[in-house]
């Protein structure tokens, strides 16, 4: 199922005005120093009224069914009011991963509960060197005998990993780097919160100790799900990321009209125009990236890989660039804990290191290109 033009104005509208009235500055500042790093009445909204956990589960599973075009206009406005929430580790790490693992017994068992919105998900891939790559895992999986498997290792910047009620986890077995499901209340399964720079995305550090685990997908087939969810994943991403710097560009060109120094608006002086138009530049480059890359996926294109990693790349440039321009043009007040500013300025950081950082991903660019 896919959506006309029309459709997405207003699912983009609908979203907006939701986030505009349930995640203002102030309720971001209050979820940042809380536990969970999110509003469980603001997300049961999000299920129950907007239905966003269910928009890209297929139908069959209890979903809606819609693809990254428009799993991209809600990760725009969701990135452009930090939304503190778990919708990115679900829904766009955890639910991709089912669904690539091709395990239909897995999706049958753990979407239904995602779409309706009474299960949060997790995908735990990264180690303590924060790599992604399924082949730098240490984590091991070992069959217990009665047709099980017992995890053992650990995880570093899970997302949502100290609330969610279903972990997926990458570990090596045998056969290779496999897919795992894990229960939250599992017995040997620790949790400890990780204070990173971005408050507002929630990540965690898990310890297994011979944990119960199912696996999901074939046996050695980790690393051929990782790929596909990469790909997904950092299409998520950048949408996400788009939406950020299209509001520090707004931050910036409303302060330029508003703040007077030697009676006359600051946007009217030559070196603010100039940061202005350069944020610009960069902020339509990054939403034209990421979108034409969830176009792609969504028809199935052979070059979407690519695309995706072109959209990983730019619009974590231009995030970066967008937030700290948008302290430059606040001057002095941009530089405060009062000012969001500096909130935009650490989401933007902690993306463009979640999957590894620019060297990870200009290489990851490199070999979906085939060089």
Request: proline share 5%.
């Amino acid at each position: 199922m896919s959506a006309d033009e029309s459709e997405l104005r207003q699912l983009r509208s609908s979203v907006r005005e939701f986030l505009e009235a349930r995640s203002p500055e102030e309720a971001v500042r209050k979820l940042m120093e809380s536990e969970p790093r999110f509003d469980l009445d603001v997300w049961a909204q999000a299920a129950d009224q907007l239905r966003l956990p269910s928009l890209v589960i297929p139908e069959e599973y209890g979903g809606d069914g819609f693809g990254p075009v428009e799993l991209g206009v809600v990760l725009e406005e969701m990135g452009r009011a930090l939304l503190c929430s778990p919708f990115y580790s679900t829904v766009v790490l955890a639910v991709q991963a089912l669904l690539a693992s091709g395990d239909k017994g897995a999706c049958a068992r753990h979407l239904p509960g995602i779409a309706a919105g009474r299960t949060t998900a997790a995908l735990a891939v990264a180690e303590d060197g924060g790599s992604w790559d399924p082949a730098l895992i240490s984590a091991r999986a070992v069959p217990d005998g009665d047709g099980g498997w017992r995890l053992s290792g650990r995880k570093s910047f899970v997302i949502d990993g100290t609330t969610a009620e279903l972990i997926l986890v990458v570990a090596r077995t045998i056969a290779g780097p496999s897919l795992f499901a894990v229960e939250r209340t599992s017995a040997g399964l620790a949790a400890e919160p990780m204070e990173t720079l971005d408050a507002t995305r929630a990540m965690a550090r898990l310890t297994f100790d011979a944990v119960p685990a199912t696996l999901v997908g074939a046996d050695g087939a980790g690393g051929r799900v990782m790929t596909k969810v990469l790909d997904i994943a950092t299409v998520g991403l950048a949408a996400e990321q788009a939406g950020g710097a299209r509001r520090c560009l707004e931050m910036s060109a409303d302060y330029a009209r508003t703040r007077h120094q030697f009676g006359r608006p600051i946007g009217s002086f030559q070196a603010v125009k100039h940061k202005c138009a350069d944020m610009l530049v960069q902020v339509e480059l990054a939403e034209a990236a990421s979108r034409e890359a969830a176009r792609l996926a969504a028809e199935g294109a052979p070059d979407f890989p690519v695309a995706a990693a072109v959209a990983h790349a730019c619009c974590s440039r231009a995030y970066v660039f967008a937030a700290m321009e948008n302290i430059q043009v606040h001057g002095g007040i941009g530089f405060t804990w009062e000012h969001p500013a500096h909130l935009y300025f650490r989401r933007a950081k902690s993306s463009q290191l979640l999957f590894g950082g620019p060297a990870v991903y200009h290489e990851r660019l490199l070999d979906r290109l085939g060089i």
